[in-house]
């Protein structure tokens, strides 16, 4: 069992920055691939950004050139920095974990460990 914590969420204005963290518990982190998803309100869970063990990462078009993706094995931590949001940044952001299989995947259902998400805000 993994067990998912996120934090660093906030309400901040169009351009501003933040950086999400997600602490893992349980099982060997370095095993598993991590990513972030995010949900606005009336709309699917979508991909955000994914990294390996290995600092592989992979970002949705959306926010490719703006967000950042990383990980510390030794802190069992990944990260999510966040630059030149916009309004439509604006959602829940989750942190998940999965086996890694090989290639990246940006369907939620293939992720098996979650945490409680962390609201980012982005006003105009």
């Known amino acids: 069992q993994v067990r998912l914590v996120e934090s660093g969420g906030g309400l901040v204005q169009a351009g501003a920055s933040l950086r999400l963290s997600c602490a893992a518990s349980?099982?060997?982190?370095?095993?598993?691939?991590m990513g972030w998803f995010r949900q606005a309100p009336g709309n699917k869970r979508a991909f955000v950004a994914a990294?390996?063990?290995?600092?592989?990462?992979y970002y949705a078009d959306s926010v490719k050139g703006r967000f950042t993706i990383s990980r510390d094995n030794a802190k069992n931590t990944v990260y999510l920095q966040m630059n030149s949001l916009k309004p439509e940044d604006t959602a829940v952001y989750y942190c998940?974990?999965?086996?890694?299989?090989?290639?990246?995947?940006?369907?939620?259902?293939?992720?098996?460990?979650w945490g409680q998400g962390t609201q980012v805000t982005v006003s105009s």
């Open positions: 990294v390996t063990s290995g600092g592989s990462t």
């Open positions: 349980g099982r060997t982190f370095s095993g598993y691939v």
């Open positions: 998940a974990a999965d086996v890694w299989r090989g290639r990246f995947i940006t369907t939620p259902g293939n992720y098996d460990y």
